[in-house]
């Protein structure tokens, strides 16, 4: 398998003095969806703050195209190409939906076609329809596809989504899960944190099974849709 876009290897991190990950090892590839699965409080959330420098990782040892991420703020993790969609969207809700927008710009690598608003207006119909709207009008499904277009105007390598079906309606679930192939197919690779185990089989390649910070299997999505002793285990279905 080619070089890995992100390498996280024995990655521990804590909230205080209480530890919550314990030595993860994984790696993400281009044009890759990596889904970690568990159950509410496993660590998933975690995870994702750990490798963009927002949790305090006692023992953090990532790097991403190559470049150790160890002490590295937030925004030059970003720079470095790697996206983060949080679970509470973050989207500035007295900006219209291409003022939103336009605030994630920035600019794409040599030789690859950029996100604009147009292609992404064509990835989420749904916000094209919107274009004017405020983020405050806007519902909780629709203001996570704001988000992660937002997210992709950056142009990144890779882009970490923390649990994108949460709390929104089927049809826009469906709407995220054509919009991460998509992405794929553009070879963004993608780091996924969800409960919704029907979402992220749909579209991931790999998975990891996080429970209690700590991965107890790594392998193939149909590795784990085969193993139902596992799943029953640590995922409750």
Same mark, same amino acid.
Request: with cysteine; aromatic share 6%.
């Given at each position: &398998?080619? #070089? $890995?876009?992100?390498?996280?290897?024995?990655?521990?991190?804590? *909230?205080?003095? +209480?530890?919550?990950?314990?030595?993860? #090892?994984?790696?993400?590839? /281009?044009? =890759?969806?990596?889904?970690?699965? @568990?159950?509410?409080?496993?660590?998933?959330?975690?995870?994702?703050?750990?490798?963009?420098?927002?949790?305090?990782?006692?023992?953090?040892?990532?790097?991403?195209? @190559?470049?150790?991420?160890? @002490?590295? $703020?937030? *925004?030059k993790i970003a720079r470095l190409g790697l996206g983060y969609v949080p679970e509470d969207r973050r989207i500035f809700t007295d900006l219209t939906v291409e003022e939103n927008l336009e605030t994630g710009r920035r600019p794409a690598p040599a030789g690859r076609s950029p996100w604009t608003p147009e292609r992404l207006f064509r990835l989420f119909p749904n916000l094209a329809e919107m274009r004017g709207r405020r983020g405050n009008q806007m519902s909780g %499904?629709?203001? /996570?596809?704001?988000?992660?277009?937002?997210?992709?105007?950056?142009? $990144?390598?890779?882009?970490?989504?923390? =649990? $994108?079906?949460?709390?929104?309606?089927?049809?826009?679930? /469906?709407? &995220?899960?054509?919009?991460?192939? +998509? &992405?794929?197919?553009? @070879?963004?690779?993608?780091?996924?944190?969800? /409960?919704?185990?029907?979402?992220?089989? %749909?579209?991931?390649?790999?998975?990891?099974?996080?429970?209690?910070?700590?991965?107890?299997?790594?392998?193939? &999505?149909?590795?784990?849709?085969?193993?139902? +002793?596992?799943?029953?285990?640590?995922?409750?279905?």
């Open positions: &398998m080619t #070089t $890995p876009l992100l390498e996280v290897w024995n990655l521990c991190a804590s *909230y205080g003095r +209480a530890q919550v990950l314990f030595d993860l #090892t994984f790696r993400l590839h /281009q044009g =890759e969806v990596l889904a970690l699965v @568990g159950r509410n409080g496993a660590g998933k959330t975690t995870t994702l703050k750990a490798i963009m420098g927002l949790v305090s990782a006692s023992a953090k040892q990532a790097t991403f195209k @190559g470049k150790s991420l160890a @002490g590295l $703020p937030t *925004y %499904g629709e203001q /996570q596809m704001l988000t992660i277009a937002r997210t992709l105007m950056g142009n $990144p390598d890779a882009i970490l989504l923390d =649990e $994108p079906s949460e709390g929104i309606a089927p049809v826009i679930v /469906q709407m &995220m899960a054509e919009a991460i192939r +998509a &992405m794929k197919a553009e @070879g963004v690779a993608v780091l996924l944190s969800e /409960q919704n185990w029907a979402f992220a089989a %749909g579209i991931s390649d790999r998975a990891c099974v996080i429970e209690r910070g700590e991965i107890r299997f790594q392998g193939s &999505m149909d590795e784990l849709m085969a193993d139902e +002793a596992l799943r029953a285990e640590t995922l409750g279905v």
